[in-house]
């Protein structure tokens, strides 16, 4: 510690952390008491700063039967279906992307380095730039409604790629030599080395796509037209407009709440590995 | 065991660089040789060309009489310690020299032997469920060389083994390389640009300059008959005073306006040269012939360093410390005839015996 432990050095750090605290959480706290009351009282304005009496049964309808006008489906299926399409962009981009980087760093190939700029390029070309020709593209090839239209598109991944190549790039050169002198393929080197020496990069990758791929919005609203496919970012959007009932905001915010728990879930899980991954230095 | 044998190496780069001009030399079975030279000599060149790891661009290289340049490294029955070790990081110790034997499909107890009786030597049976991370340097570089001994390769690779280590621990780690070559009698290349370490370990030196060989001989040939101005410079410290002269007549050279008298070999009257001898064999004494101004004085311990000027030319001596005042500006002292090397200032080889 470089400053003296005095009054204000401890306390005002503390005081500065708590209210940026407060101020992230006490939305979240709300959304959360809301999805425990009924509609009336929502509706009616006297929802205070206390859970109500309707916690179970709110999350109970929601999860298994759904809201009464708007989806049909139940909260668990578009869980499910956001957590496939969220895994499946997680896992495809790692494997995309750290096999391209091997190739890129590790072979030396005609136009190496334009394939990589080429690659490096696609970064200015999100899919919000190219949704129209990536939309014809997935519906002339009859993929809308599934899970492969949902997720392929996504997966290409300039970030992924460039993240491993940094990586790669600082993994000694020796060890590459030690392995060849050790009767290592190239593939077995990727296997018995370099896989290993990633994990806390994959880790942290895995936390990045994860939650990319589970707030998705734009790609599952065009791609997706059946109940049955759609993802919990699509069907809260659906439960808070409405065209002549009233909004049941207590369903809304029980969905928000369970929206919330798996990317939480992943970046509580995978927290150490996943700041681990991003500044660790020492290989 | 095998010899290895250069036949004129080249290398070069893509992009015209020639790293290493045309070495030949060979290296008898169970032989220390040291590649030493300053650093871009082409000494790590020609030894990743050995290993496998560079392609030679011409020339003929044979490990056991058998042409390895298109072999990969691999099966080239070599093992190779680097500068850094060069350690898998998420291997523990047993399964980073375990490592090799698998990929060659050694039995499992096999492996285990060998790993055992490699630790043994090395004094790393404690740390064998280690991960390097949790090693010092000096333990890791074990650890390396443990890797190179379980394949038992018919030659062994140092690519500047000790030079990541503190001083102290190099001095051991030196004296531990030799007596591992000494038990083992794998004939073995070992890279560096430390001469201490060259002329301590080697059987035979070679010392480079800018991809060429300047000398190929035993650590006490290079030092005490250096072929050219670059080796009796490089090898040896301090360095050699060099003076400039003019070969006189046969047998004699004049520095200034004294003549010496020294073996000119078939040098003609007139040829420029350079007179060296080293710091240390200069013979102090009050009736010496060559004059010393000191400017200042180096305090080694058992020696003192007197660096001043001779006839406006830069002369460091090296005497032990009963030998002169330490604060003496004028030294005395003669050169043994024995203690003169001779060399053509142009070409920088060596004259006479």
Redesign the interface.
């Known amino acids: 510690m470089v400053e003296r432990r005095s009054f204000i050095t401890v306390i005002l750090p503390h005081i500065i952390l708590i209210v940026g605290v407060a101020i992230v959480f006490f939305p979240v706290y709300l959304a959360f008491v809301a999805s425990t009351w009924d509609p009336a009282t929502i509706v009616n304005g006297q929802l205070g700063l206390m859970p109500g009496p309707y916690l179970i049964e709110n999350y109970q309808r929601i999860l298994f039967t759904g809201t009464s006008s708007s989806t049909r489906e139940p909260v668990a299926s578009m869980m499910f279906n956001s957590l496939i399409m969220a895994l499946m962009i997680a896992i495809g981009k790692i494997i995309i992307s750290i096999f391209s980087a091997f190739a890129i760093v590790y072979y030396r190939f005609p136009f190496r380095m334009t394939l990589f700029w080429i690659i490096f390029i696609t970064l200015m070309l999100p899919v919000e730039v190219r949704i129209f020709p990536t939309y014809k593209i997935v519906a002339d090839l009859g993929m809308l409604d599934s899970y492969t239209g949902l997720t392929i598109p996504l997966i290409a991944s300039a970030t992924g790629t460039l993240l491993f190549r940094q990586f790669f790039m600082t993994v000694?050169d020796?060890?590459l030599?030690?392995s060849?002198?050790?009767?290592?393929g190239p593939l077995?080197f990727f296997r018995?080395?370099l896989l290993?020496?990633s994990m806390t990069t994959i880790a942290a990758l895995f936390v990045i796509q994860f939650i990319y791929g589970w707030n998705q919005y734009l790609w599952p609203l065009l791609i997706t037209t059946k109940d049955s496919m759609q993802t919990i970012v699509i069907g809260i959007r659906k439960m808070i407009t409405t065209q002549d009932a009233l909004t049941e905001w207590q369903l809304a915010m029980a969905t928000a709440m369970l929206a919330l728990l798996p990317p939480v879930a992943v970046v509580i899980s995978m927290q150490k590995l996943f700041v681990k991954g991003l500044v660790e230095t020492e290989? | 065991m095998a010899d290895v044998t250069l036949k004129d190496i080249r290398k070069v780069y893509p992009g015209g660089v020639e790293a290493v001009k045309g070495i030949n030399f060979a290296i008898p079975d169970g032989g220390f040789c040291v590649l030493v030279g300053p650093s871009g000599c082409g000494k790590s060149t020609l030894l990743r060309m050995i290993a496998g790891l560079e392609t030679i661009t011409e020339g003929e290289c044979r490990i056991g009489g058998r042409l390895v340049n298109e072999v990969e490294p691999a099966d080239r029955d070599i093992a190779m310690v680097f500068q850094n070790y060069a350690l898998y990081p998420h291997m523990t110790v047993y399964n980073n020299m375990a490592y090799g034997l698998r990929n060659r499909k050694t039995p499992e107890d096999e492996i285990r032997r060998r790993v055992a009786e490699a630790a043994k030597i090395l004094a790393i049976e404690p740390f064998l469920d280690r991960k390097p991370k949790a090693l010092s340097g000096g333990q890791r570089q074990r650890v390396a060389m443990g890797r190179a001994i379980v394949r038992k390769p018919q030659v062994f690779l140092f690519d500047e083994p000790l030079s990541n280590l503190d001083a102290k621990l190099r001095v051991h780690m030196r004296v531990e390389i030799k007596k591992l070559h000494t038990s083992l009698k794998v004939t073995s290349i070992y890279v560096t640009h430390d001469q201490v370490e060259a002329m301590t370990l080697a059987d035979m030196i070679v010392v480079m300059s800018a991809g060429r060989v300047e000398q190929i001989g035993t650590p006490n040939e290079v030092y005490s008959r250096p072929e050219s101005i670059f080796v009796a410079t490089f090898i040896g410290s301090p360095a050699m005073n060099l003076l400039k002269g003019v070969v006189a007549g046969p047998g004699a050279v004049k520095l200034g306006e004294t003549v010496l008298r020294v073996d000119t070999g078939g040098a003609a009257a007139g040829t420029a040269v350079l007179l060296g001898f080293r710091p240390d064999e200069a013979v102090l004494s009050k009736t010496g012939a060559a004059r010393l101004d000191v400017s200042f004085v180096e305090e080694l311990g058992p020696s003192r360093l007197y660096h001043g000027t001779l006839a406006g030319e830069e002369v460091t001596l090296q005497a032990p410390p009963h030998a002169a005042d330490a604060k003496a500006s004028l030294l005395c002292f003669d050169i043994p005839d024995r203690a003169m090397h001779l060399f053509d200032a142009t070409s920088g080889r060596r004259i006479g015996a």
């Open positions: 000694p020796e060890l030599e030690a060849k002198i050790d009767a290592a077995q018995d080395t290993p020496l290989k």
